[in-house]
């Protein structure tokens, strides 16, 4: 059973850090390219960031970079989202979802490409 469990979520304030990891489980982790998504109340999923099966490329919203980073840790299976300068407008529900793919560099920034999620973590930053 695929189970992508994500954690460090929390209230910060604008301006701080957050650390988001992602536990997969149940799955050959290598094999599948890993992104993140967010949703703010009222709003559609959106895109943040991807990242490759080896890790080597890494995507990000337009809004998002400079402030974002995504990484992986393939021998942990785990996928992490540094979120730096965060802002009010932040604050969503964060999930990581996999994306099997047999290209090793390939990436989407589609919700309907990923084939599991996890259940979300909540992000709130406050002014």
């Known amino acids: 059973q695929v189970q992508l469990v994500e954690s460090g979520g929390g209230q910060v304030q604008a301006g701080g850090s957050l650390r988001l990891s992602c536990a997969a489980s149940?799955?050959?982790?290598?094999?599948?390219?890993m992104g993140w998504f967010r949703q703010a109340p009222g709003k559609e999923r959106e895109f943040v960031a991807a990242i490759t099966r080896s890790g080597g490329r890494t995507y990000y919203a337009d809004s998002l970079k400079g402030r974002f980073t995504i990484s992986r840790d393939n021998a942990k299976n785990l996928v992490y989202l540094q979120m730096n300068s965060l802002k009010p407008e932040d604050t969503a529900v964060y999930y990581c979802?996999?994306?099997?793919?047999?290209?090793?560099?390939?990436?989407?920034?589609?919700?309907?490409?990923?084939?599991?999620w996890g259940q979300g973590t909540q992000v709130t930053v406050s002014s």
């Open positions: 149940g799955l050959t982790f290598s094999n599948y390219a």
């Open positions: 979802a996999a994306d099997l793919t047999i290209y090793l560099n390939t990436w989407s920034a589609a919700p309907t490409e990923y084939d599991y």
